[in-house]
Protein backbone atom coordinates (compact mmCIF):
# COMPACT_ATOMS: atom_id res chain seq x y z
CA UNK A 1 0.00 0.00 0.00
CA UNK A 2 1.44 3.61 -1.18
CA UNK A 3 -0.42 6.88 -2.34
CA UNK A 4 0.48 7.90 -5.70
CA UNK A 5 -0.39 11.15 -7.63
CA UNK A 6 0.35 12.71 -10.64
CA UNK A 7 -0.16 15.97 -12.36
CA UNK A 8 -0.05 17.81 -15.41
CA UNK A 9 -1.03 21.17 -15.65
CA UNK A 10 -0.91 23.50 -19.19
CA UNK A 11 0.44 27.09 -17.29
CA UNK A 12 1.16 26.74 -13.38
CA UNK A 13 3.58 24.88 -11.62
CA UNK A 14 2.44 21.54 -9.48
CA UNK A 15 4.87 21.25 -6.43
CA UNK A 16 2.21 22.54 -4.26
CA UNK A 17 -0.81 20.81 -5.85
CA UNK A 18 1.39 17.49 -5.44
CA UNK A 19 2.41 18.54 -2.01
CA UNK A 20 -1.21 19.54 -0.71
CA UNK A 21 -1.92 15.88 -2.79
CA UNK A 22 0.42 13.52 -0.95
CA UNK A 23 -0.69 15.27 2.45
CA UNK A 24 -4.26 13.72 1.50
CA UNK A 25 -2.51 10.64 0.55
CA UNK A 26 -0.53 10.45 3.69
CA UNK A 27 -2.50 7.52 5.61
CA UNK A 28 -1.34 5.45 2.42
CA UNK A 29 2.37 5.42 3.71
CA UNK A 30 4.89 7.19 5.87
CA UNK A 31 8.26 5.43 5.65
CA UNK A 32 9.25 7.82 2.46
CA UNK A 33 8.32 10.60 0.21
CA UNK A 34 8.99 11.51 -2.93
CA UNK A 35 8.09 14.08 -5.56
CA UNK A 36 9.45 15.13 -8.99
CA UNK A 37 9.05 17.48 -11.39
CA UNK A 38 10.36 17.99 -15.00
CA UNK A 39 11.10 22.14 -16.21
CA UNK A 40 10.93 21.31 -19.73
CA UNK A 41 14.04 20.73 -20.24
CA UNK A 42 15.61 18.79 -16.60
CA UNK A 43 13.80 16.83 -13.83
CA UNK A 44 13.89 18.03 -10.20
CA UNK A 45 13.90 15.42 -7.75
CA UNK A 46 13.52 15.41 -3.83
CA UNK A 47 12.42 12.17 -1.90
CA UNK A 48 13.60 11.33 1.57
CA UNK A 49 12.34 8.72 4.87
CA UNK A 50 9.97 10.45 6.40
CA UNK A 51 6.27 11.91 5.92
CA UNK A 52 5.19 14.54 3.32
CA UNK A 53 5.84 17.34 6.34
CA UNK A 54 9.54 16.19 7.08
CA UNK A 55 10.70 16.06 4.15
CA UNK A 56 9.44 19.07 1.99
CA UNK A 57 9.52 22.78 2.78
CA UNK A 58 9.13 26.14 1.35
CA UNK A 59 12.41 26.37 -0.16
CA UNK A 60 11.77 23.00 -2.42
CA UNK A 61 8.87 25.20 -4.08
CA UNK A 62 11.64 26.97 -5.72
CA UNK A 63 13.92 24.24 -7.17
CA UNK A 64 10.98 21.52 -7.75
CA UNK A 65 9.65 23.96 -10.48
CA UNK A 66 7.84 22.66 -13.57
CA UNK A 67 3.97 21.89 -14.96
CA UNK A 68 4.25 18.13 -14.74
CA UNK A 69 5.34 16.35 -11.92
CA UNK A 70 4.17 13.27 -9.50
CA UNK A 71 4.47 12.68 -5.82
CA UNK A 72 4.79 9.04 -3.68
CA UNK A 73 4.30 8.61 0.05
CA UNK A 74 5.61 5.27 0.70
CA UNK A 75 4.88 1.97 2.64
CA UNK A 76 7.34 -0.91 1.88
CA UNK A 77 5.77 -4.53 1.57
CA UNK A 78 9.09 -4.89 -0.79
CA UNK A 79 12.47 -4.40 -0.64
CA UNK A 80 14.52 -2.55 2.24
CA UNK A 81 13.63 0.32 4.45
CA UNK A 82 16.79 1.97 3.17
CA UNK A 83 15.92 5.65 1.79
CA UNK A 84 17.49 4.74 -1.19
CA UNK A 85 14.21 2.91 -1.95
CA UNK A 86 12.34 5.68 -1.86
CA UNK A 87 10.57 6.16 -4.90
CA UNK A 88 10.01 7.91 -7.78
CA UNK A 89 12.58 6.00 -9.67
CA UNK A 90 14.50 6.89 -12.69
CA UNK A 91 15.93 4.98 -15.87
CA UNK A 92 17.81 7.29 -18.19
CA UNK A 93 16.74 5.35 -21.58
CA UNK A 94 14.95 5.37 -23.46
CA UNK A 95 13.43 8.99 -23.23
CA UNK A 96 14.57 9.19 -19.58
CA UNK A 97 11.64 7.78 -16.73
CA UNK A 98 10.27 8.33 -13.75
CA UNK A 99 8.05 5.75 -12.20
CA UNK A 100 5.56 5.56 -8.93
CA UNK A 101 3.93 2.64 -8.13
CA UNK A 102 1.64 1.33 -6.08
CA UNK A 103 1.00 -2.66 -5.59
CA UNK A 104 3.08 -5.58 -5.74
CA UNK A 105 4.81 -7.83 -8.00
CA UNK A 106 4.45 -11.55 -7.55
CA UNK A 107 7.27 -12.73 -10.31
CA UNK A 108 9.98 -10.49 -9.09
CA UNK A 109 12.67 -13.09 -9.42
CA UNK A 110 11.98 -14.07 -13.11
CA UNK A 111 11.83 -10.64 -13.87
CA UNK A 112 15.01 -9.39 -11.86
CA UNK A 113 16.59 -12.00 -13.83
CA UNK A 114 15.63 -10.90 -16.87
CA UNK A 115 16.14 -7.26 -16.45
CA UNK A 116 20.01 -7.95 -15.56
CA UNK A 117 20.88 -10.98 -17.12
CA UNK A 118 19.46 -10.75 -20.22
CA UNK A 119 18.99 -7.03 -20.79
CA UNK A 120 22.32 -6.22 -18.75
CA UNK A 121 20.84 -3.32 -16.71
CA UNK A 122 21.75 -2.80 -13.31
CA UNK A 123 19.77 -2.52 -10.16
CA UNK A 124 20.37 -0.24 -7.17
CA UNK A 125 17.92 -1.38 -4.99
CA UNK A 126 16.15 -4.57 -4.07
CA UNK A 127 12.36 -3.10 -5.01
CA UNK A 128 10.02 -4.41 -7.25
CA UNK A 129 9.24 -0.86 -8.16
CA UNK A 130 12.73 -1.08 -9.80
CA UNK A 131 12.13 -3.87 -11.61
CA UNK A 132 8.88 -3.09 -13.40
CA UNK A 133 10.67 0.44 -14.07
CA UNK A 134 13.06 -1.30 -16.28
CA UNK A 135 10.71 -4.05 -17.89
CA UNK A 136 8.96 -0.91 -19.01
CA UNK A 137 12.11 0.30 -20.43
CA UNK A 138 12.75 -2.45 -22.21
CA UNK A 139 9.61 -3.29 -23.70
CA UNK A 140 9.25 0.64 -24.89
CA UNK A 141 12.96 0.45 -26.37
CA UNK A 142 11.48 -2.80 -27.85
CA UNK A 143 9.03 -0.95 -29.27
CA UNK A 144 10.88 1.56 -30.62
CA UNK A 145 13.33 -0.81 -32.62
CA UNK A 146 9.77 -2.02 -34.29
CA UNK A 147 7.92 1.42 -35.15
CA UNK A 148 11.03 4.01 -35.10
CA UNK A 149 10.62 7.21 -32.92
CA UNK A 150 8.42 9.16 -35.10
CA UNK A 151 5.40 8.28 -33.10
CA UNK A 152 6.64 8.18 -29.06
CA UNK A 153 2.95 7.87 -27.22
CA UNK A 154 2.48 4.48 -29.92
CA UNK A 155 6.26 3.26 -28.11
CA UNK A 156 4.98 4.20 -24.88
CA UNK A 157 1.98 1.99 -25.14
CA UNK A 158 2.93 -0.62 -27.10
CA UNK A 159 6.18 -1.40 -23.97
CA UNK A 160 3.20 -1.04 -21.29
CA UNK A 161 1.50 -3.81 -23.24
CA UNK A 162 4.24 -5.62 -23.04
CA UNK A 163 5.23 -4.82 -19.84
CA UNK A 164 1.98 -6.16 -18.31
CA UNK A 165 2.07 -9.81 -20.35
CA UNK A 166 5.42 -9.76 -18.34
CA UNK A 167 4.69 -8.64 -15.19
CA UNK A 168 2.21 -10.39 -12.74
CA UNK A 169 0.87 -9.02 -9.16
CA UNK A 170 -0.67 -5.56 -8.39
CA UNK A 171 0.38 -2.35 -9.87
CA UNK A 172 -1.02 0.94 -10.35
CA UNK A 173 1.87 2.87 -11.75
CA UNK A 174 2.00 6.78 -12.44
CA UNK A 175 5.11 7.52 -14.95
CA UNK A 176 6.48 11.09 -16.19
CA UNK A 177 8.35 10.43 -19.39
CA UNK A 178 10.50 13.42 -20.75
CA UNK A 179 9.40 14.92 -24.00
CA UNK A 180 6.54 13.04 -23.89
CA UNK A 181 3.91 13.23 -21.03
CA UNK A 182 2.46 12.11 -18.13
CA UNK A 183 1.24 8.10 -18.21
CA UNK A 184 -0.89 5.98 -16.03
CA UNK A 185 -1.46 2.49 -16.10
CA UNK A 186 -3.22 -0.12 -13.65
CA UNK A 187 -2.78 -3.94 -13.92
CA UNK A 188 -5.58 -6.60 -15.69
CA UNK A 189 -6.99 -7.28 -12.60
CA UNK A 190 -7.40 -3.89 -11.32
CA UNK A 191 -6.41 -4.99 -7.62
CA UNK A 192 -4.90 -1.23 -6.83
CA UNK A 193 -6.72 2.09 -6.82
CA UNK A 194 -6.16 4.36 -9.62
CA UNK A 195 -8.79 7.65 -11.08
CA UNK A 196 -8.12 9.90 -13.39
CA UNK A 197 -9.68 14.13 -13.03
CA UNK A 198 -9.54 17.05 -14.90
CA UNK A 199 -9.48 20.98 -14.08
CA UNK A 200 -10.49 23.58 -16.35
CA UNK A 201 -7.01 25.80 -16.25
CA UNK A 202 -6.26 29.20 -17.68
CA UNK A 203 -4.79 27.56 -21.15
CA UNK A 204 -6.98 24.69 -21.33
CA UNK A 205 -7.35 20.99 -19.01
CA UNK A 206 -5.17 20.16 -16.47
CA UNK A 207 -5.16 16.00 -16.06
CA UNK A 208 -4.21 14.46 -12.66
CA UNK A 209 -4.17 10.79 -11.13
CA UNK A 210 -4.10 8.91 -7.61
CA UNK A 211 -4.51 6.03 -5.57
CA UNK A 212 -7.68 7.82 -4.26
CA UNK A 213 -9.60 10.45 -5.60
CA UNK A 214 -9.78 12.47 -2.02
CA UNK A 215 -6.57 14.14 -3.76
CA UNK A 216 -8.37 15.57 -6.28
CA UNK A 217 -10.49 17.52 -4.45
CA UNK A 218 -7.99 19.90 -2.98
CA UNK A 219 -6.65 21.05 -5.98
CA UNK A 220 -10.16 21.36 -7.50
CA UNK A 221 -9.78 18.76 -10.23
CA UNK A 222 -13.29 16.46 -10.89
CA UNK A 223 -13.23 13.01 -11.13
CA UNK A 224 -13.59 11.85 -14.75
CA UNK A 225 -13.43 7.86 -13.70
CA UNK A 226 -11.11 5.11 -12.58
CA UNK A 227 -8.49 4.04 -14.82
CA UNK A 228 -9.86 0.56 -15.97
CA UNK A 229 -8.35 -2.74 -15.58
CA UNK A 230 -4.97 -3.70 -18.14
CA UNK A 231 -5.73 0.38 -19.31
CA UNK A 232 -3.08 2.44 -20.10
CA UNK A 233 -3.63 6.67 -20.26
CA UNK A 234 -1.22 9.72 -21.00
CA UNK A 235 -1.15 13.05 -21.17
CA UNK A 236 0.80 14.41 -23.69
CA UNK A 237 2.87 17.85 -23.87
CA UNK A 238 -0.04 19.62 -25.20
CA UNK A 239 -2.53 18.35 -22.59
CA UNK A 240 -4.25 16.32 -24.73
CA UNK A 241 -5.52 12.83 -23.14
CA UNK A 242 -4.73 9.49 -25.00
CA UNK A 243 -5.86 5.88 -24.08
CA UNK A 244 -5.96 2.77 -24.50
CA UNK A 245 -6.61 -0.90 -23.41
CA UNK A 246 -3.53 -2.50 -23.44
CA UNK A 247 -4.55 -6.00 -22.41
CA UNK A 248 -7.75 -7.36 -21.74
CA UNK A 249 -8.77 -6.86 -17.81
CA UNK A 250 -11.73 -8.15 -15.52
CA UNK A 251 -12.08 -5.47 -12.32
CA UNK A 252 -11.17 -7.57 -9.28
CA UNK A 253 -10.55 -4.62 -6.58
CA UNK A 254 -8.64 -5.52 -2.90
CA UNK A 255 -11.34 -5.60 -0.50
CA UNK A 256 -9.36 -5.08 2.49
CA UNK A 257 -9.69 -1.05 0.85
CA UNK A 258 -12.70 -0.73 2.03
CA UNK A 259 -12.11 -1.87 5.65
CA UNK A 260 -9.02 -0.20 6.22
CA UNK A 261 -6.61 1.10 3.75
CA UNK A 262 -8.74 3.61 2.16
CA UNK A 263 -9.70 7.19 3.70
CA UNK A 264 -13.80 6.71 3.86
CA UNK A 265 -14.68 10.05 1.57
CA UNK A 266 -12.89 8.24 -0.63
CA UNK A 267 -14.87 6.46 -4.06
CA UNK A 268 -12.87 3.17 -5.55
CA UNK A 269 -13.86 1.94 -8.41
CA UNK A 270 -17.43 2.93 -7.73
CA UNK A 271 -17.94 1.96 -4.56
CA UNK A 272 -18.06 4.45 -1.18
CA UNK A 273 -15.46 3.49 0.94
CA UNK A 274 -18.27 5.01 3.66
CA UNK A 275 -20.95 3.63 2.60
CA UNK A 276 -19.50 0.09 2.68
CA UNK A 277 -18.73 -0.03 6.46
CA UNK A 278 -21.93 1.30 6.96
CA UNK A 279 -22.89 -1.88 5.17
CA UNK A 280 -20.28 -3.46 7.22
CA UNK A 281 -21.79 -2.30 10.31
CA UNK A 282 -25.21 -3.40 9.72
CA UNK A 283 -24.39 -7.09 9.28
CA UNK A 284 -22.07 -7.18 12.05
CA UNK A 285 -24.44 -5.98 14.48
CA UNK A 286 -27.09 -9.26 13.35
CA UNK A 287 -24.48 -11.62 14.89
CA UNK A 288 -24.12 -9.13 17.86
CA UNK A 289 -27.38 -9.25 18.49
CA UNK A 290 -27.86 -12.73 17.95
CA UNK A 291 -25.00 -13.50 20.51
CA UNK A 292 -26.82 -12.82 23.73
CA UNK A 293 -24.29 -10.95 25.10
CA UNK A 294 -25.45 -8.25 27.73
CA UNK A 295 -23.65 -5.21 26.27
CA UNK A 296 -23.16 -1.72 27.80
CA UNK A 297 -21.43 0.37 25.30
CA UNK A 298 -20.04 0.45 22.22
CA UNK A 299 -16.94 2.02 21.48
CA UNK A 300 -14.75 2.35 18.12
CA UNK A 301 -11.02 1.71 18.04
CA UNK A 302 -10.66 4.89 16.63
CA UNK A 303 -10.19 6.14 13.70
CA UNK A 304 -11.25 3.59 10.89
CA UNK A 305 -13.69 1.29 12.80
CA UNK A 306 -16.13 4.95 14.18
CA UNK A 307 -18.69 3.78 10.97
CA UNK A 308 -18.96 0.43 11.28
CA UNK A 309 -19.26 1.05 15.34
CA UNK A 310 -22.04 3.93 14.53
CA UNK A 311 -23.94 1.50 12.44
CA UNK A 312 -23.36 -1.53 15.14
CA UNK A 313 -24.95 1.46 17.77
CA UNK A 314 -27.71 2.28 15.56
CA UNK A 315 -28.79 -1.20 14.41
CA UNK A 316 -28.53 -2.50 18.08
CA UNK A 317 -29.92 0.35 20.05
CA UNK A 318 -27.10 0.12 22.51
CA UNK A 319 -25.31 3.22 23.21
CA UNK A 320 -22.38 4.73 21.57
CA UNK A 321 -19.46 5.73 23.24
CA UNK A 322 -15.81 7.38 22.21
CA UNK A 323 -14.32 6.10 25.22
CA UNK A 324 -10.58 5.32 23.31
CA UNK A 325 -9.16 8.86 23.05
CA UNK A 326 -6.39 8.70 19.95
CA UNK A 327 -3.71 11.26 19.90
CA UNK A 328 -3.34 12.68 16.76
CA UNK A 329 0.07 12.95 16.73
CA UNK A 330 1.48 9.30 16.18
CA UNK A 331 0.93 7.47 12.99
CA UNK A 332 -1.16 4.46 12.30
CA UNK A 333 0.52 1.67 14.19
CA UNK A 334 -0.38 -1.07 11.13
CA UNK A 335 1.92 0.46 8.84
CA UNK A 336 4.65 1.43 11.26
CA UNK A 337 7.70 -0.15 9.73
CA UNK A 338 8.45 -2.90 12.71
CA UNK A 339 7.05 -4.99 15.15
CA UNK A 340 8.30 -3.78 18.01
CA UNK A 341 7.79 0.51 17.21
CA UNK A 342 3.96 -1.10 16.91
CA UNK A 343 3.75 -2.36 19.91
CA UNK A 344 5.34 0.74 21.58
CA UNK A 345 3.27 3.05 19.76
CA UNK A 346 -0.15 1.53 20.95
CA UNK A 347 0.14 3.77 24.64
CA UNK A 348 1.61 6.82 22.81
CA UNK A 349 -1.57 6.49 20.34
CA UNK A 350 -4.81 5.76 22.41
CA UNK A 351 -6.03 5.74 26.07
CA UNK A 352 -9.12 5.13 27.86
CA UNK A 353 -10.97 6.88 29.46
CA UNK A 354 -12.41 5.23 33.26
CA UNK A 355 -15.34 6.99 33.49
CA UNK A 356 -17.14 4.80 30.47
CA UNK A 357 -15.37 1.76 31.45
CA UNK A 358 -15.69 0.80 35.26
CA UNK A 359 -17.72 -1.56 36.22
CA UNK A 360 -19.34 -2.24 32.43
CA UNK A 361 -19.70 -4.39 29.81
CA UNK A 362 -17.69 -2.56 26.70
CA UNK A 363 -17.58 -3.74 22.99
CA UNK A 364 -14.63 -2.75 21.32
CA UNK A 365 -15.73 -3.02 17.31
CA UNK A 366 -11.73 -2.79 15.56
CA UNK A 367 -12.04 -2.37 11.35
CA UNK A 368 -9.51 -5.82 11.65
CA UNK A 369 -7.39 -8.07 13.39
CA UNK A 370 -4.17 -8.67 12.12
CA UNK A 371 -1.29 -9.75 13.87
CA UNK A 372 -3.50 -9.07 17.40
CA UNK A 373 -0.43 -7.06 19.35
CA UNK A 374 -3.03 -3.94 19.21
CA UNK A 375 -5.62 -5.29 19.95
CA UNK A 376 -4.60 -7.41 22.78
CA UNK A 377 -3.08 -4.31 24.55
CA UNK A 378 -6.11 -2.13 24.35
CA UNK A 379 -8.56 -5.20 25.71
CA UNK A 380 -5.55 -5.16 28.72
CA UNK A 381 -5.83 -1.20 28.46
CA UNK A 382 -9.88 -1.12 28.90
CA UNK A 383 -9.34 -4.02 31.76
CA UNK A 384 -7.00 -1.37 33.54
CA UNK A 385 -9.30 1.45 33.32
CA UNK A 386 -11.92 -0.71 35.29
CA UNK A 387 -14.16 -2.29 32.59
CA UNK A 388 -15.90 -5.10 34.02
CA UNK A 389 -15.92 -7.25 30.72
CA UNK A 390 -14.16 -6.58 27.71
CA UNK A 391 -15.57 -7.96 23.81
CA UNK A 392 -13.92 -7.96 20.73
CA UNK A 393 -16.25 -6.96 17.22
CA UNK A 394 -13.93 -7.06 14.33
CA UNK A 395 -15.64 -5.52 11.34
CA UNK A 396 -14.07 -7.92 8.83
CA UNK A 397 -13.59 -11.76 8.72
CA UNK A 398 -10.09 -13.57 10.46
CA UNK A 399 -7.04 -12.56 8.62
CA UNK A 400 -5.15 -15.92 7.78
CA UNK A 401 -3.58 -15.44 4.45
CA UNK A 402 -0.57 -13.49 3.59
CA UNK A 403 -1.39 -10.69 1.28
CA UNK A 404 0.99 -10.43 -1.32
CA UNK A 405 -0.46 -7.53 -3.16
CA UNK A 406 0.83 -4.70 -1.37
CA UNK A 407 -0.30 -4.78 2.21
CA UNK A 408 2.77 -5.49 4.77
CA UNK A 409 1.01 -8.44 5.64
CA UNK A 410 3.31 -11.04 4.10
CA UNK A 411 4.19 -13.96 6.12
CA UNK A 412 1.50 -16.02 7.87
CA UNK A 413 4.06 -16.20 11.05
CA UNK A 414 2.26 -12.30 11.39
CA UNK A 415 -1.20 -13.67 11.40
CA UNK A 416 -3.25 -14.16 14.42
CA UNK A 417 -6.18 -16.21 12.92
CA UNK A 418 -3.58 -18.53 10.84
CA UNK A 419 -4.15 -21.78 11.86
CA UNK A 420 -6.09 -20.87 14.66
CA UNK A 421 -10.09 -21.29 16.02
CA UNK A 422 -11.79 -17.83 16.84
CA UNK A 423 -12.05 -19.30 20.66
CA UNK A 424 -8.26 -19.64 20.20
CA UNK A 425 -7.57 -16.23 19.04
CA UNK A 426 -10.01 -14.93 21.98
CA UNK A 427 -7.99 -16.50 24.13
CA UNK A 428 -4.89 -15.33 23.03
CA UNK A 429 -6.06 -11.58 23.30
CA UNK A 430 -7.81 -11.67 26.14
CA UNK A 431 -11.29 -10.71 25.38
CA UNK A 432 -14.14 -11.74 26.62
CA UNK A 433 -16.10 -12.71 23.64
CA UNK A 434 -15.14 -12.43 19.88
CA UNK A 435 -17.09 -11.63 16.86
CA UNK A 436 -15.87 -11.78 13.69
CA UNK A 437 -17.50 -10.06 10.28
CA UNK A 438 -18.87 -13.00 7.61
CA UNK A 439 -17.21 -13.02 4.41
CA UNK A 440 -19.78 -13.56 2.33
CA UNK A 441 -21.39 -10.46 4.47
CA UNK A 442 -17.99 -8.19 3.99
CA UNK A 443 -18.66 -9.28 0.07
CA UNK A 444 -22.45 -8.27 -0.33
CA UNK A 445 -21.13 -4.76 2.03
CA UNK A 446 -18.40 -3.48 -1.11
CA UNK A 447 -20.81 -5.52 -3.81
CA UNK A 448 -24.03 -3.13 -2.90
CA UNK A 449 -21.61 0.27 -3.66
CA UNK A 450 -21.00 -1.07 -7.80
CA UNK A 451 -22.82 -4.46 -8.85
CA UNK A 452 -21.18 -4.44 -11.95
CA UNK A 453 -18.04 -6.13 -9.87
CA UNK A 454 -18.28 -10.00 -9.75
CA UNK A 455 -15.35 -10.33 -8.05
CA UNK A 456 -13.23 -9.35 -5.57
CA UNK A 457 -9.77 -9.94 -4.13
CA UNK A 458 -10.21 -11.40 -0.73
CA UNK A 459 -6.93 -13.65 -0.64
CA UNK A 460 -6.18 -12.52 2.88
CA UNK A 461 -9.25 -13.84 4.17
CA UNK A 462 -10.10 -16.71 2.22
CA UNK A 463 -6.40 -17.60 0.41
CA UNK A 464 -7.45 -17.30 -3.04
CA UNK A 465 -5.01 -15.78 -4.83
CA UNK A 466 -6.56 -13.85 -8.28
CA UNK A 467 -2.99 -14.03 -10.30
CA UNK A 468 -2.92 -17.42 -10.24
CA UNK A 469 1.11 -17.82 -9.57
CA UNK A 470 1.05 -17.73 -5.62
CA UNK A 471 2.66 -21.44 -4.63
CA UNK A 472 3.47 -22.57 -1.37
CA UNK A 473 7.02 -22.47 -2.40
CA UNK A 474 7.00 -18.49 -3.24
CA UNK A 475 5.12 -17.68 0.29
CA UNK A 476 8.42 -19.75 2.08
CA UNK A 477 10.41 -17.25 -0.35
CA UNK A 478 8.71 -14.53 0.99
CA UNK A 479 8.86 -15.50 5.06
CA UNK A 480 12.53 -16.33 4.29
CA UNK A 481 13.73 -13.00 2.61
CA UNK A 482 16.22 -10.60 4.78
CA UNK A 483 13.50 -7.76 5.29
CA UNK A 484 10.73 -10.35 6.19
CA UNK A 485 12.66 -12.42 8.41
CA UNK A 486 14.30 -9.96 10.00
CA UNK A 487 10.40 -8.65 11.07
CA UNK A 488 9.84 -12.42 12.33
CA UNK A 489 12.79 -11.73 14.66
CA UNK A 490 11.97 -8.35 15.94
CA UNK A 491 8.31 -9.70 16.98
CA UNK A 492 7.59 -10.99 20.77
CA UNK A 493 6.79 -14.56 21.30
CA UNK A 494 3.11 -14.88 22.01
CA UNK A 495 2.85 -18.16 23.39
CA UNK A 496 2.90 -22.05 22.74
CA UNK A 497 -0.18 -21.19 20.63
CA UNK A 498 1.33 -18.71 18.66
CA UNK A 499 4.70 -20.76 18.20
CA UNK A 500 1.72 -23.56 16.83
CA UNK A 501 0.43 -21.44 14.42
CA UNK A 502 3.70 -19.83 12.83
CA UNK A 503 4.90 -23.28 12.37
CA UNK A 504 1.88 -24.17 10.00
Same mark, same amino acid.
Given at each position: ???????? =???? &????? /??? @??? %???? !?? *?? $??????????????????GQVKDVFNASDAETLTGKIGMGHVRYPTAGSLSASEAQPF????????????????????????????????????????????????????????? =???? &????? /??? @??? %???? !?? *?? $????????????????????????????????????????????????????????????????????????????????????????????????????????????????????????????????????????????????????????????????????????????????????????????????????????????????????????????????????????????????????????????????????????LIYQKLEDLVWAAHEGNKEIETFDCSCFDGNYITGNITED???????????????????????????????
Amino acid at each position: MCGILGIA =NKSS &DVFAE /IYD @GLL %MLQH !RG *QD $ASGIVTHTGEFFRERKANGQVKDVFNASDAETLTGKIGMGHVRYPTAGSLSASEAQPFFVNAPYGIYLVHNGNITNTAEQREKVTAKYSRHLRTTSDSEILLNVLADKVADAMKV =NGNA &DPIRN /IFA @GVK %MTME !RV *QG $AYSVICMIAGVGLLAFRDPNGIRPLSVAQREGQDGLDYAFASEDVAFDINGFSKIRDVKPGEAMLVDLDGNLHEIQAVEGKLTPCIFEYVYLARPDSMLDGISVYKTQLRMGQTLAKQIQDSGLEIDSIIPVPDSARPVALEVANATGIRYREALVKNRYVGRTFIMPGQQERQKSVRRKLNAIPLEMKGLNVLLIDDSIVRGNTITKIVQMCRDAGAKKVYIASASPPVKYPNVYGIDMPTRHELIAHGREIEEIREEIGADALIYQKLEDLVWAAHEGNKEIETFDCSCFDGNYITGNITEDYLNGLENSTRVSKKIEDMPAQGASWNSAAAG
